[in-house]
Each structure stands twice: as structure tokens, then as C-alpha cells.
């Protein structure tokens, strides 16, 4: 049985011109719950979410493990209309033909105007998004 049975996770895009943000939406459509966070290690950008490239997992160009002196959690109260939401926020580089994608422990370069599929590696997760760079 999970800690947080209730909780459930969407993807939700924000990106605009040179900056890329998905908001990682964490919700209930139950009871509420005090529901802890913690990201220090920036697990989720290098390793939870990732990008498929007609089916296939996209490879990073660069990987930063970050071991932070402490490590802090935060408690959120999770309710049907109170979800917490942890934004994943990087910067777009035009290099051509392509696009340099660097998020804060983890970096991909990806061809414009492709059509690629982000997922969040979870059961908890109901959507995937399909971004184009």
C-alpha cells in the first residue's frame, strides 16, 4: 500500500518562447491529506521525467548529480480543490536546427518543430504531453 493511496499526478505545459516549465500537478479527487516534498536533489528533472522520441527514450547530453548540505522537506495539504504544484522549469537554446534544452541537473538537445512525448515515470500519473520545440 502507498503513503499517499489518494494522490495522483498530471503534466501540464507552460512553456513560452525561450523558457520551458511544466507544472508537475500533484491532486486528489478524495479525502485530503498532508502530503511531504522534497526535491533537493533535483531527482525528479534527471529522473523521473523523461522524453520519447517516436517510442524511443530520449538520451541527455549532460547530467549534474547535485548532493545538497541538507536536504528540506515540505508538508502540503492535498485537497480536491487545493492540489500542490512543483513547477520543473529550464531554458531553450536555439543551436540551428536544433534546440538545447537545459533544466537545472539535466540537459537534452532536440531537433525544432519535432514532435516529442514527455512522461513522468509514476503509476500515479494520468496524462502524457506531447511538446514540439
Keep these: 500500500m502507498s503513503k499517499y493511496e489518494n494522490l495522483k499526478l498530471k503534466l501540464q505545459n507552460n512553456s513560452k518562447d525561450d523558457k520551458f516549465e511544466i507544472n508537475l500537478i500533484h491532486f486528489t479527487d478524495s479525502e485530503e491529506f498532508d502530503f511531504e516534498f522534497e526535491n533537493s536533489t533535483y531527482w525528479i528533472e534527471r529522473g523521473l521525467l523523461e522524453f520519447y522520441d517516436n517510442g524511443i527514450k530520449m538520451q541527455y547530453v549532460e547530467l549534474m548529480l547535485i548532493n545538497p548540505r541538507e536536504r528540506k522537506k515540505t508538508t502540503h495539504r492535498i485537497s480536491v ?17 536544433n534546440i538545447l534544452l537545459k533544466i537545472k541537473s539535466i540537459s ?6 519535432k514532435k516529442y512525448i514527455l512522461k513522468f515515470k509514476s503509476e500515479k500519473v494520468v496524462n502524457e504531453l506531447e511538446i514540439i520545440f
Excluded: A, R, S, T
Design 81 to 97: 480543490n487545493n492540489p500542490f504544484k512543483y513547477n520543473i522549469k529550464g531554458k531553450l537554446i536555439d543551436k540551428g536546427n
Design 108 to 113: 537534452y538537445l532536440l531537433e525544432k518543430n
